[in-house]
């Protein structure tokens, strides 16, 4: 199974294909009324993130205004206490070093934690150091061959070949 990845336009694997991101505002779903038992967040007028404060939830609130306005669908995701990438948010807004990372690290590192989540990352034959504090470039890949990041640390190569992915992407 190969994965590549650009942080700006699409994850392209085996079969599958993800659309690329937009610019386009983020439309609100369409409810009747929020569900109580989801937690709902909305776009602030414009993104935010500048150093926030160590509180998780401040986070999730950064990170969904970050988001959101790239890939507008998002929003439904979110609204899915189910869906991977509700668990990308929440894992991303919890991680020790959220406040140092660029832009594109942020995206990335929501990206990866997505398709572990989506491809039942904790059942892979090879998991080592995914999800972790340790930078993404590092997390497991099965080859050697090509490096999986950029000298400036954006993934360009990820292979997982057999390594027991499920799912959807």
């Known amino acids: 199974y190969f994965l590549f990845f650009n942080a700006r336009s699409r994850v392209v694997g085996k079969n599958s294909t993800m659309n690329s991101p937009t610019k386009s505002p983020a439309m609100p ?3 009747s009324g929020p569900d109580p038992q989801i937690p709902t967040m909305q ?11 160590p509180n998780p939830a401040n986070r999730l609130q950064v990170l969904y205004d970050f988001l959101v306005p ?3 669908s998002l929003a439904d ?9 509700l668990l990308a948010l929440e894992w991303l807004s919890e991680n020790a070093n959220f406040d140092s990372y660029e832009e594109e690290i942020l995206l990335q590192r929501f990206v990866m934690a997505t398709l572990y989540f989506s491809t039942g990352g904790s059942e892979w034959l090879q998991n080592d150091l995914w999800l972790s504090d340790v930078n993404e470039c590092l997390w497991y890949t099965s080859t050697n061959t090509r490096p ?7 993934l ?3 292979e997982l070949d057999l390594n027991d992915l ?3 992407i």
Do not use: H, I, K, Y
């Open 148 to 154: 999986p990041c950029t000298e400036a640390g954006l």
């Open 70 to 72: 790239l890939w507008p």
């Open 43 to 53: 776009p602030a007028s414009r993104p935010n993130l500048a150093p926030s404060a």
């Open 166 to 168: 499920s799912g959807t």
């Open 77 to 85: 995701d979110f609204a899915d206490v189910t869906s991977p990438q």
């Open 156 to 158: 360009t190569n990820l």
């Open 29 to 31: 779903p369409s409810q």
